[in-house]
Every structure is written in structure tokens, then in C-alpha cells.
């Protein structure tokens, strides 16, 4: 199974602008969730710290908007599976209980 793809990166060369209002920054295309089909889907082109403002991961691109751990967690502006990605590893294994 192929992964859904939230953010299309798209080419400096192209130089597509964010549609956020005064905002001059390349933007990539970000798609919100399919409602009942793809033709019904929604696509929005946004630099990276404005998809991150309407909901966007700034890592992968799918949207996590409303969820207490992407506004308010940890790692704000990354979804769980990304944040997860991003934490260090805590190993469990003791050197003093290995004598």
C-alpha cells in the first residue's frame, strides 16, 4: 500500500508564492483530508510555517490541526508519528547491573 502524500514539495524553480495575505515565501501544496472522494479533497499552497499556523506537520504534511498534542505538545507543529520520530531513544540497559 502506497502512503498518502499531505504535502506535494514543489521545485524552487517554479517559485510559487504561499497564499497566506503579505506572506512572500515558496510555498508547497498541502492537502486536507479526503472527505468522501479525492476529486472532494481540498489542496492549499502554504510555506511551511504557515501550514504549520492552519494545522499542517511541518514534517510530513498531514493534517493534524485540533489535536491537543500537535497545538499544544511537547513539539508543537508536528503530528504524533513525527514528534515520535524526533525524541531521543531512552535505553533501559544499566552498565552497573551487567557485573
Not at 503579505?22 to 476529486?39: G, I, M, V, W
Request: glycine share 8%; proline share 7%.
Amino acid at each position: 500500500m502506497e502512503p498518502e502524500a499531505y504535502m506535494i514539495v514543489i521545485p524552487q524553480a517554479f517559485d510559487i508564492k504561499c497564499h497566506e495575505p503579505l506572506c512572500n515565501n515558496h510555498a508547497n501544496l498541502y492537502r486536507y483530508p479526503e472527505l468522501e472522494d479525492e476529486e472532494a479533497t481540498i489542496a492549499v499552497l502554504y510555506c511551511p510555517k504557515h501550514a504549520a499556523d492552519h494545522g499542517f506537520c511541518k514534517g510530513c504534511g498531514c493534517y493534524a490541526g485540533g489535536l491537543e498534542s500537535f497545538e499544544f505538545g511537547s513539539t508543537p507543529g508536528l503530528c504524533d508519528a513525527c514528534a515520535d520520530d524526533r525524541e531521543p531513544i531512552i535505553d533501559d540497559y544499566d552498565d552497573y547491573n551487567e557485573f
